[in-house]
């Protein structure tokens, strides 16, 4: 099994996009269409997304504070 792991360490998530659906501009430059979603990378992709209390000197003031985990394909149709 495939897994992927994405830590932050404040409250915004950065993806591109791009790797999740068929993404592109507008012809007037204005707008973002969305498209098709994109086949998953490996099969039964894992992915677990951390964010982490904040910022500290020690492994244990950084604490995990929301442990996210689904299936690639499950994530996708969260965010779509």
């Excluded at 992927?4 to 998530?13: R, Y």
Aim: hydrophobic share 40%; aromatic share 12%.
């Amino acid at each position: 099994m495939a897994v992927q792991v994405k830590a932050i360490n404040g409250f915004n998530w950065q993806f591109d996009i791009r790797k999740y659906v068929d993404a592109h501009m507008h012809e007037d430059g204005e707008h973002q269409v969305l498209g098709e979603l994109l086949p998953e990378p490996f099969p039964d992709l894992m992915c677990i997304l951390v964010r982490s209390k904040g910022r500290g000197k020690t492994a244990s003031s950084c604490s995990p504070e929301r442990i996210f985990r689904m299936f690639w394909y499950e994530a996708t149709r969260r965010i779509f």
